[in-house]
Nanobody, 121 residues
């Protein structure tokens, strides 16, 4: 069964950096697009970034453009989200999701359990 597992979250001061990883277990041989979303308490899932299956096309929310970079290493079955210049408003539970590239959480087929990112001021 296909599973996604996020890692790399933690507590960081404003202006710091974190790199999130999304590792997949190959329950399917299909290489799919991957999205990153975040959810703050009491809020809906917010689109952060997405990358197509071969890494040639990337998408970013305006709120993270220029600070976050998404990449993938298909040989390692892993997608990364490099987060720089973090702000307190970036604090959330971060999820990765796999399927057809979209900015909508509900459009993805596979979803991880999330990793917490907390940015202190």
């Amino acid at each position: 069964q296909e599973q996604l597992v996020e890692s790399g979250g933690g507590l960081v001061q404003a202006g710091g950096s974190l790199r999130l990883s999304c590792a997949r277990s190959r329950g399917t041989s299909v290489t799919y697009s991957t999205g990153w979303f975040r959810q703050a308490p009491g809020k809906e899932h917010e689109f952060v970034s997405a990358i197509n299956w071969n890494g040639e096309i990337t998408f970013y929310a305006d709120s993270v453009k220029g600070r976050f970079t998404v990449s993938r290493d298909n040989a390692k079955n892993t997608v990364y989200l490099q987060m720089n210049s973090l702000k307190p408003e970036d604090t959330a539970l971060y999820y990765c999701a796999g399927g057809s590239v979209s900015r909508r959480w509900d459009d993805y087929t596979y979803r991880g359990q999330g990793t917490q990112v907390t940015v202190s001021s």
